[in-house]
Structure formats: structure tokens, C-alpha cells
């Protein structure tokens, strides 16, 4: 754990500056600007928006993944003395920067180098980058104890569960329990779910996300995701995880108790409340966001998960079980499947069919959990090959 900065101020980072975690972390810091100094801002590609975000956080560094933005990021940063960088090695380095804290808002197994090199540097961890988790959650967890540092959980069930927790005896826990929207597909019959197209898909009801995670919420495959970075952050197994549908979002996670007692944290679906708990933890600070009144709600609705219509929740479980490379080859297989649907060339269903099959093929073989970064990587690269492979044999959307 790295020692904050003179005068009280807590040094933070903020990898995915430009995405949806990206804007609602900066709305807390632009809030809290005599609270915290930042050190780098990163993007992939969009290198006008990061330097935007750079000079209104007065970034020491920004920092864009893919090197062909790096001259409209270096034009636009120009005599400002807030430095400029692009490239992989890059990324890795501004992550790797002292701070206090290192908001991991990546989407993707692209998040996992970089997440791993700020907890090898020894800066605290707000995780909202599962997919890393999904990859390499045993190498990810080991270097955290090792390196000492602190994961606060941004994704808001575990940030819920990590509430809940906080005060308790972690050995008299007899199971959690993740919420889940059901997403814009809860109530539709699987026929109109195999129509469905990436407008209809990308229409979330409580949350406003990322493309990517937006997805994974209508097929469910995000709460399988979930699963597995619960059972890493909290060291249970997927039979001590539970998932209850809750279509208003307000209470995002349980944490139920061998006394029979179970706690649960609440608020509006609103992701600056988990950021701003990571952010300050272990202290509270007043938000500015619109508070909870369960008058006006009325009343809060729980039911069963559909297995038939969501498999990639079950799918998730498997690979857990399976334990070793599976839930990577997973991860893979996901994503370039969710890339194939929003470029509308395969259904909405094929998504977790298409993760099915990989994951199918994938296991005829040994899958070893990954013990590096390289071998996380490898894994992954053959998860996406296979997908390709299984899209494309597949008949068109
Ligand atoms: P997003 O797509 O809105 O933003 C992703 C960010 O990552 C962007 O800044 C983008 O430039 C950057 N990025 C993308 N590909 C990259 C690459 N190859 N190299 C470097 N940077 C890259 O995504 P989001 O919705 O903000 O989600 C970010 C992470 O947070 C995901 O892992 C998601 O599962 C998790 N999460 C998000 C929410 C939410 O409300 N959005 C809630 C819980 C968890
Ligand atoms: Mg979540």
C-alpha cells in the first residue's frame, strides 16, 4: 500500500478515462478537486476526448493504447506540460506510476496488463475491470496479497457485498447474493430474443453502460462474469454465489449470515456510488447524487433467474468449475462474440451458444490456470480464435 501525498491529498489514476466508469469517476474528482491530485489518464483511441479529460483533471500524463492517436493526443497537449505517451508499454508504465489509487476501467482482458502492473507498483485497486478478474483471477488476487494491496470492488453487487462484509466475521458467512436487472430481455419469449437486434439489446433499463458490459446484461453473461470475480475477490465457491433477479436495481448485493441474518446495501442505480465508496474508503464523503426514497419506489421486486432463455449464467458457473484456463477462454470467446452481434452478423441467442461451443473445444484439451500475464494472454488469443473459428461456421444473422 502506497502512502498518500503530502497535504492529504490522495494521488489516483484513472485507466478507461474516456468510457462510462471513465466519465462517472471523473464527475467525483472534478467535485472533489481539492481532495485529489491525478496522475495519468488513459484511453484507447479517442485522443481529443482524453486531452479534454486530461486538462480538466490537470493529469500529469495521458496516456492513449492505440500509437496511431498519439499525434492528434500530442498536438492537443501541446504547451500545456501534461505529457503525452501512446503504445502498450506506455500504458503499462502510467499504470504502473505511483498513486494512491488506480481506477481500472478498462473493458476487456485489455485492462489485465495494465491493472496487474498498477497493483505490481503497489497502488490500492478500484476494480471495476472484471474481465481481468476472469482472466487471471488467481495470478491477479496472489500479487494483490503479495504486493499488500487493498481491491475495492467499483462493479456496484461487489461493492454491495464488500459493504456488507466490512464489519462481520468473514468465516460465519454462509452464502452472498448478487442482484441482477434482468436486462431490456426479462420478459421477452426466447423466439423474439433470437431476434433481437443491437439497438434493442444496447436499450438497458436502469443502467447507462458501456457497449460491451450493456450486452453481456441482456444475455446475462455479465452476472456470470460477476460470479466469477465474486468468487475472487471474496474467496467463495460458486455454490456459496447466489444470483436473484431484481428488475429496480436498489439493492445490488446480500451477504447472508449462518445466524440467519442477511445485509444488504442499497442505493439508486447511480454507478457514482460505488466509485465515490472506492474513492474515499475507508472513509464516507457526501455525494452529490440523487438520494434513495423507497416511499416513491413503492416497492422492490425479486424472482428466479431463467436458465433456459439467459444459459451464459449457467455457462459461467461451468467454467468456474471447471477452474484453470476456462473462465478465460470464456472471457475471449464473449467478447469477440458481443463484438460479431453489434456488428449484426451473428444473433442475439448465438452469443452464449457461440461461448458454449468454444468452451466445449476448448476443454477436449488442458486449459492451466494462467500463472502470467503471457500465459493469460495466450489463453485468451485462443478463446478469440476459436470464437472466430465457431462464428464463422456458423450460418448468417
Ligand atoms: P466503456 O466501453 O464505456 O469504456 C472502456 C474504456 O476502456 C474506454 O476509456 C476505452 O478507451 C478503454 N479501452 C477500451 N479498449 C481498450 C484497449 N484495448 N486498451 C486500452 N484501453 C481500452 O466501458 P465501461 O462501461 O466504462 O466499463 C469498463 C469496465 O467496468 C468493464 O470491465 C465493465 O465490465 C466494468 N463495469 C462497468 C460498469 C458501468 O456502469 N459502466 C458497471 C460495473 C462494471
Ligand atoms: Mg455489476
Redesign the pocket.
Known sequence: MVAAAGGGLRRVSL????????S?TIDILTANADAFVVEAV?????AEELARIALRLGAKVAVV?DVEAYPALRDALAGTGIEAAAGAAA?VEAAARPADIVVA????A??LE?TLAAVRAGSDIAI????CLVCAGDLFMAEAVEQDVQLLP???EHNAIFQALEAENRSEVERIVLTASGGPFREWPIDRMAAATPKEALAHPN???????TI?SATLM?KG?EVIEAHHLFGLGHDEIDVLVHPQSVVHGLVAYRDGSVLAQMSLPD?RVPISHCLWWPTRAAATTRRLDLAALGSLTFEPVDAARFPALGLARSALAAGGGATNILNAANEVAVGSFLRGEIGFLDIAATADRVLAKASAGRLPSPDSVAAALALDAEGRRLAREAIARQPAA
Do not use: C, H, Q, Y
Not at 488513459?42 to 479517442?46: G, P, Q, S, V
Open positions: 485507466l478507461g478515462a474516456t468510457g462510462s466508469i471513465g462517472s488513459t484511453a484507447d483511441r479517442n493504447a500504458l476501467a478498462i473493458v476487456g485489455a485492462g495494465p471495476a475491470n472484471k474481465e467499483v462493479d456496484s443502467w447507462s453502460m458501456g457497449p460491451k458490459i453481456d455479465n462474469l454507478m
